[in-house]
Structures are given as structure tokens and as C-alpha cells.
């Protein structure tokens, strides 16, 4: 249940950046950060997913596909080494687990707290209101945020951001739940305002 519920919590970090009103002081990359992904309407991408179990020292790689659309439709497609989907729709959140053929269903205010995974990924949380930052520099060639949620939830304690300079787009993240658990995304590519069809966020539960 630890890899299914930490799925989650990773999506709505990266669907949280835009759609804020900027408070001042702020930081300037936070400002440009929350201002383009303001501006994106769609996309698709391809990640790596790293997943450590700090008690067990356990690890799992996953590789898969991210797509979404505003306001907030999401497909999260994990394809190795088990399927999985997470498909968030206009009326409620689905969790798909082909293998075990078996579908959980949750409401869709899961995916709507600002301090969700989901809505970092995407662009639409409120990071300067709802975030302490500190900025880190440069690591590898991409630029570092450190945040802590000025209100943590145990699946999120704290988050890492490394966002391309010349493109201001989120390339990888780390999230820390209250156990000190790791969900490590990385974008192996990502295609912005792309053409996405309305009928990949939705889902039909086999009867």
C-alpha cells in the first residue's frame, strides 16, 4: 500500500505551480516557475520514478507516462515493472491496477488540496503561500528549491524541486513523507501545451 499511496502523493506535487497570486517578498524563480506553468494549458511526458523504503531500505524503479489538461485531468501511467494507472477526471480520482484487476476510487478533493503531489506536478499549487522555500543554487545544471509545507501532511514533509533554467520547467523532483520515504520523479521528456484528447482521463471500471 506504501507504492500506491506514495503514486499519489508524487502526482499531485507535480501538478501545483500556477494559478497564484504572488505575495510579496518572493522569490524570483519562484515567481517565473508559477508564471509559466500559469501559461500551460496541456502536456505530456515520459519519467523515471525511484521509490525508497527508508525502514526496509527497500527500492523500486518505475518508468511511464504523464499527461494532463487544466483545470486538473491527469493520467499517470506507470508501464514497468507492474502496470498501474491513476487517472484523476472532472468527478473523481481512479487507481488502476491491472495485474491484481482491481480499481480504487477516491474523490477528487484528494487531488484539490494545494499542498497535494498532483497539483505540483502540473502547475497549479500555491507554492509561496503554502511553502517555506529555500533556494539551493545549481546542481548538475539545473536549479535547486527546497520546501517545507508551513502545514505538513505525513505524506508530505518536504519536497525537492530541480527546474531546467533555460525552459523554467520542473525536470525532477524528490518528495519526503513523515517516515523520511522517498518518491523520486524524473522528466525524460516533456511536450508542452500538446494536443491531449479529452478521452484519456476518463475511465469505466470493468464490470
Not at 47 to 69: A, C, I, M, P
Not at 175 to 198: H, K, L, M, P
Request: charged share 25%; aromatic share 10%.
Amino acid at each position: 500500500m506504501y507504492l500506491r499511496v506514495w503514486g499519489m502523493v508524487a502526482l499531485a506535487m507535480v501538478l501545483s505551480v500556477s494559478g497564484v497570486a504572488v505575495a510579496a517578498p518572493v522569490n524570483p524563480l519562484v515567481v517565473s516557475l508559477q508564471q509559466k506553468y500559469d501559461g500551460i494549458k496541456s502536456m505530456k511526458a515520459e519519467f523515471t520514478q525511484l521509490l525508497v523504503h527508508k525502514e526496509s531500505g527497500s527500492k523500486e524503479n518505475r518508468t511511464g507516462t504523464l499527461s494532463f489538461k487544466k483545470p486538473l485531468l491527469v493520467r499517470w501511467e506507470s508501464k514497468k515493472p507492474a502496470p498501474e494507472l491513476l487517472v484523476v477526471t472532472d468527478k473523481e480520482i481512479w487507481n488502476v491496477f491491472p495485474d491484481e484487476e482491481v480499481a480504487y476510487k477516491y474523490p477528487l478533493s484528494m487531488a484539490q488540496d494545494s499542498r497535494s503531489i498532483v497539483r505540483v506536478v502540473t502547475g497549479q499549487a500555491r507554492l509561496d503561500q503554502d511553502f517555506q522555500i529555500e533556494e539551493e543554487g545549481k546542481e548538475s545544471g539545473l536549479l535547486k528549491l527546497r520546501l517545507f509545507p508551513k502545514e505538513p501532511v505525513q505524506a508530505l514533509v518536504e519536497a525537492v524541486l530541480w527546474i531546467d533554467p533555460a525552459t523554467v520547467l520542473i525536470k525532477k523532483l524528490c518528495i519526503y513523507d513523515f517516515y523520511g520515504n522517498q518518491n523520486e520523479i524524473t522528466f525524460t521528456s516533456q511536450e508542452v501545451d500538446a494536443a491531449v484528447r479529452d478521452t484519456l482521463f476518463k475511465y469505466v471500471p470493468e464490470k
